[in-house]
T-cell receptor, first 113, second 111 residues
Framework: DTAVSQTPKYLVTQMGNDKSIKCEQN?????MYWYKQDSKKFLKIMFS???????INETVPNRFSPKSPDKAHLNLHINSLELGDSAVYFC????????????FGQGTRLTVV | SQQGEEDPQALSIQEGENATMNCSYK?????LQWYRQNSGRGLVHLIL?????REKHSGRLRVTLDTSKKSSSLLITASRAADTASYFC???????????FGAGTRLFVKA
């Protein structure tokens, strides 16, 4: 069983389009995240949700809108895609506390052309 | 920025040698974690060390933490070609709601 799964794995789209990436975790964790990894492998946190509530929003453009219908799902919708949005997006989950190991999905490689 | 910084950025060694990667961070932490990322894959958790611990072992991995210097090191002993990957340190400042990653060390182990 895949602990954190995200779809699609690859996404190629034109500038200006709107796209969504879905994420689901079956670990029973309360916290879910979206990270963006750029071409230099730098991993930057975008959002953190705890029990469906937004906890962290790291000054991400409002073209990015996360939605958490329940604590097992955290989807990412991106409006008006730009070339600079091209990156690998990772979903992750963890259980808050003192030993906060994060479990990552396999990533979605987004290419904006 | 509260990010950790890994050193070196890249490391190339022969199979059987030890690999040491260092991480520095800026603010007080609850814990520090190390992750591995194989090419084209997600990150996999390797080991977590709490702020009140100084050293931890897991198989061929040894992690140290010096909170006075705000630094940590990851030692991989008797490296194998399969250890080739990027290694990231990550720090937690908020009890699990915001894990911040460093830029990573790319390790290449030659067979």
């Amino acid at each position: 069983d895949t602990a954190v799964s995200q779809t699609p794995k690859y996404l190629v789209t034109q500038m200006g389009n709107d796209k969504s990436i879905k994420c689901e975790q079956n670990l029973g964790h309360d916290t879910m995240y979206w990270y963006k990894q750029d071409s230099k492998k730098f991993l930057k946190i975008m959002f953190s949700y705890n029990n469906k509530e937004l906890i962290i929003n790291e000054t991400v453009p409002n073209r990015f809108s996360p939605k958490s219908p329940d604590k097992a799902h955290l989807n990412l919708h991106i409006n008006s895609l730009e070339l600079g949005d091209s990156a690998v997006y990772f979903c992750a989950s963890s259980q808050p506390g003192t030993a906060t190991e994060a479990f990552f999905g396999q990533g979605t490689r987004l290419t904006v052309v | 920025s509260q990010q950790g910084e890994e050193d070196p950025q890249a490391l190339s060694i022969q199979e059987g040698e030890n690999a040491t990667m260092n991480c520095s961070y800026k603010t007080s932490i609850n814990n520090l974690q190390w992750y591995r990322q194989n090419s084209g894959r997600g990150l996999v958790h390797l080991i977590l060390i709490r702020s009140n611990e100084r050293e931890k072992h897991s198989g061929r991995l040894r992690v140290t933490l010096d909170t006075s210097k705000k630094s940590s090191s990851l030692l991989i002993t008797a490296s194998r070609a399969a250890d080739t990957a990027s290694y990231f340190c990550a720090t937690d400042h908020t009890g699990g709601f915001k894990t911040i990653f460093g830029a990573g060390t790319r390790l290449f182990v030659k067979a």
